[in-house]
């Protein structure tokens, strides 16, 4: 069931990177992907993997709460 497997070098020089199915909302197939941590649902929690570019939605995502979180408007 595991999609992910290392690669040296699939996403650059980045060791963080292997390549995998992307678990964001592109949901592509074997891209390179970067382990952002782990989700939690019904209870359970799985590792969470994004490409690149999902990896920059969250990113703004997480830059926009930790603004409000800050209040800053
Ligand atoms: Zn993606």
Redesign the pocket.
């Known amino acids: 069931m595991s999609a992910v497997s290392p690669s040296a070098g699939a996403g650059g020089a980045d060791p963080g990177w292997v390549r995998g199915d ?7 197939p074997d ?1 390179p ?1 970067l382990w952002v941590g782990d989700v939690a649902s019904s209870g359970m929690h799985a590792p969470l993997h ?6 920059r939605q969250l990113d703004a995502m997480v830059w926009a709460w930790a603004r409000r979180r800050d209040g800053v408007h």
């Open positions: 992307c678990g964001w909302r592109c949901g592509r891209v992907v994004l490409c690149g570019d999902c990896l």
